[in-house]
């Protein structure tokens, strides 16, 4: 870690910030209608896909209050049907609290670096993704994101800037990354200053020269469904996606994805990030995060369901870190409610689970270096090792 050791004080409250008379409750599902079966253990073969999916923010009570609301104490969410379960710890190179940057950075680049850097390490050098090794392997790849696609986490698989707030730069690199899918919100960094939404300084239209490059340009979830297209932008809204009545939906951008990345014989790599389970946890939003957690399991279940039928590919569910603290307590009197607590509206430093399926899950057990997860992927897949230290 930078200056060789991180000082970790542990500080008592008297009191936290949240209390119980102004805590969220929410209503637990009655016996569900469907009580899911957890997944069998798949016979290790060789892995010719990786579907690696980011609950941004998302921690253990993110995904029991989802199961909770939606499904009962005696339900599984689809992600709680996979068989394979670890634990990711999450800090930084320059702090015990990680960021979107650094944390999706240890992913892609198997490094850890500092808060804010996206693809490259503190000392300002890059450091080679998988998504970009993957292309040079001949793979298929491919970003779905519910916020702007420009945000930290995928911009951590396919860009390289010292901070992450460089949006128009990061949307400049998408255009020579390589990738055949970028799906998600974030037309503002894509459009040129003339135009009212953009929030670019330049005159670059990018949506232009996407098409140019042979993309196709999708706005709407009728485009979507109807695209044939092997190489595809789709951006949805001028930033992040809306979170009510979303359309197209994470499952929809995810399954669209998949679609067109196994076209291709030699395989693919794609990374969906579900961004705003994270925006939930910062303004300490319950029905926000619930929301979310559901648009985020929908689109887990059509990659699983891809995955049960194809056999060759590795699906990785995980957080970059948790958001807000979020807690779960007993309201006085009632059993048919859980009441949702909140220590902070920021990100904390406990760890995050990991979920695993396919070929080799069952190696994903235990728990990790958050660098160490990226750098196992890699190598299941056959794209080379990690971390690569480029110019």
Known sequence: MKNSVLFLSLILFTSISCKAQDADTIQVAPKPQRIAEKLPLVDNAPIKNVIFIIGDGTGLVQLTSGQYNLVGAEGLL?????????????????????????????YSCGAKTDNGMIGQLPDGTNCKTILELAEEKGLSTGL?????????????????????????EIANQYLISGMEVILGGGTEYFLPSSESDSRREDDRNLIEEFKSSGYEYVDSITSLKRSESEMLLGLFSPSGMPSEERTPSLADMSSKAIDILSKNDDGFFLMIEGSQIDWG?????????????????????????????????LVIVTADHETGGM????????????????TTDGHTGVPVPLMAYGPHAIEFTGWWENTQIGQKVAELLGVGSLPVITE
Do not use: C
């Not at 779905?144 to 460089?166: D, F, I, K, L, Q």
């Not at 300490?284 to 369901?305: G, M, Q, W």
């Not at 309201?331 to 048919?336: E, H, V």
């Open 78 to 106: 689809h992600v709680q049907t996979m068989p394979v379960t670890g634990i990711v710890k999450t800090y930084s190179s320059n702090s015990l609290i990680t960021d979107s940057a650094s944390g999706a950075t240890a």
């Open 144 to 168: 779905v994101s519910t916020s702007g696609v420009t945000h930290a986490t995928p911009a951590s698989y396919a860009a390289h800037v010292p901070s992450r707030n460089m949006y128009a």
């Open 281 to 313: 946890g910062h303004g300490n939003d319950t029905p926000y995060v619930l929301r979310e957690v559901e648009d985020f399991d929908n689109a887990i279940k059509a990659v699983l369901d891809f995955a049960k039928n194809d056999g060759e590919t």
């Open 327 to 342: 807690a779960l307590n007993s309201p006085y009197g009632s059993k048919d409610k859980i009441e949702i607590a909140w």
